[in-house]
């Protein structure tokens, strides 16, 4: 069922619009080939991939509830997933950790349907970004996909000073777009920081549930599977 009054469409950025697990992906591969991980220490690029992934997204958990700081985010990640793998070369660990950034952002896949979902909503309604991600790492992928065409404002929490599910930093979103709730929604991957935490806020939200996780969905919490389902409600 359509609603008529709704102006903004406010989406999450990694995993929802740009691809983030397949841009990681191939930017690790390249970085395990350059490196001769494989060759010199016996580790396959799936199992290194894997367990990279695994903590980087817990760490990013632990992020966002306020456990850890980016700082330790970006000092850990790699050296604790080389410990898991056993490799032992902290040097290594933080040559990857130097590079990932630049690396992944050379890569530019956007999640199915984000194209010819921002074609239909952009006759209709303004579109945002409101991100976890960091700052200027954002700025890149939303440029370097040709995303920015379709915003009419983008942010990263890391400018309201906090991190979804905050409501402070929802409040920075709306407020730097010049949206009210009431006309507001917001799409988002992840159950804890873009689902609940727009619906606490106050916003009627969407959540992406690229993993099939089994979720009890609030009153004005919907559930896609695929982005193009949004063109049911919207």
Not at 49 to 55: D, F, L
Not at 73 to 93: C, H, M, N, S, Y
Not at 165 to 194: C, R, T
Request: glycine share 4%; charged share 30%.
């Amino acid at each position: 069922m359509k609603n008529n009054s709704i102006k903004h469409a406010f989406f999450d950025l990694d995993n929802t619009l740009w691809d983030f697990r397949k841009n990681s992906k191939f930017a690790l591969e390249q970085m395990y080939l350059q490196n001769d991980i494989g060759q010199r220490f016996g580790v396959e690029f799936e199992i290194f991939e894997s367990t990279y992934q695994q903590r980087n997204e817990a760490l990013w958990a632990d992020l966002r509830d306020q456990k850890v700081t980016k700082e330790e985010l970006r000092a850990r990640r790699f050296p604790e997933a080389f410990v898991i793998l056993g490799i032992e070369d902290i040097a290594l660990a933080q040559k990857f950790e130097a590079e990932y950034f630049d690396q992944i952002v050379k890569f530019d896949y956007l999640v199915e349907g984000t194209k010819e979902l921002l074609d239909y909503l952009k006759p209709k309604y303004k579109i945002h970004v409101l991100t976890n991600g960091f700052l200027e790492v954002s700025r890149r992928k939303i440029y370097q996909s040709d995303l920015h065409p379709y915003l009419d404002s983008w942010c990263s929490a890391e400018e309201a000073g906090g991190r979804k599910p905050s409501p402070e930093v929802f409040a920075y979103a709306l407020e730097k777009a010049g949206a009210k709730k009431q006309e507001s929604v917001y799409i988002g991957d992840d159950w804890i920081a873009d689902a609940l935490g727009a619906h606490h806020f106050g916003l009627t939200s969407f959540f992406f549930n690229i993993d099939n996780l089994k979720v009890e969905l609030p009153e004005n919490v919907f559930e896609i599977k695929k982005l193009l389902e949004i063109k049911r409600w919207l």
